[in-house]
């Protein structure tokens, strides 16, 4: 148990669909991210939120579309999904330190979400 | 942002130590070297990371030498629990990297 929760854990829908991932965590973070895990490739960043402030998007098609409403909380809106979007999506947080930086942030990461287009 | 290299795969057998290079040529000043670990259909799981030198936590050891431009994980005494994908990523504050890599499947035999 990381204090990263993701729901729901598998998903199957269909091209038209739409749906929602919901990722929560439990540690008092203020950055938290998507990640994308395909079957062929290493995993991708998708998107960067730091203090509920979209930081990064990288270079992700508008099908996916992110929300965070507050510093615990962060969704991922899906609509007109295709086949090749099946994958693992993974959410994590982390704790972006303020001033001179003498480490990197940890991230933790939530079990993922297990998607099927089909 | 630091592109780092590991190998595809590893094999070992319970109870020995393996060691896991990772190159990362182009690594920045303010670059940390963090690795994890990942099992399947599970998230990735932080294990040590480390800015230069040696690092040791209950887990592992990293092994940085003075130019920075590779880095080697150590794990002691593996077990069959120990079978896992492990990458290597260099970052810093704020700057996060785009892609985990391919990372080094490790498969520990009995």
């Known amino acids: 148990e990381t204090g990263v929760t993701q729901t729901p854990r598998h998903l199957v829908m269909g091209m038209t669909n739409k749906k929602s991932l919901k990722c929560e965590q439990h540690?008092?973070?203020?950055?938290m991210y998507w990640y994308k895990q395909s079957a062929k490739k290493p995993l991708e960043l998708m998107f960067v939120y730091n203090f509920k402030e979209q930081t990064e998007n990288n270079s992700v098609p508008s099908r996916f579309s992110p929300e965070c409403p507050n510093s615990s909380h962060l969704f991922l809106h899906l609509h007109t999904l295709q086949p090749e979007d099946s994958a693992l999506y993974l959410c994590a947080s982390s704790q972006l330190a303020g001033g001179r930086a003498t480490s990197t942030d940890t991230q933790y990461f939530g079990p993922g979400t297990r998607l099927t287009v089909l | 942002l630091a592109k780092t290299t590991q190998p595809i795969s590893m094999d070992s057998y319970e109870g020995q130590e393996v060691n896991i290079t990772c190159s990362h040529n182009n690594i920045a000043t303010n670059d940390y070297i963090t690795w994890y670990q990942q099992f399947p259909s599970q998230g990735p799981r932080f294990i040590i990371q480390?800015?230069?030198t040696k690092v040791t936590n209950e887990v592992a050891s990293l092994f940085i030498p003075a130019d920075r431009k590779s880095s080697t994980l150590s794990l002691p005494r593996v077990s069959l629990s120990d079978t896992a994908v492990y990458y290597c990523?260099?970052?810093?504050?704020?700057?996060?990297?785009?892609?985990f890599g391919s990372g080094t499947r490790l498969q520990v035999q009995p």
């Open positions: 990523l260099v970052e810093s504050a704020g700057r996060r990297a785009l892609t």
């Open positions: 540690l008092g973070h203020n950055a």
């Open positions: 480390g800015y230069k």
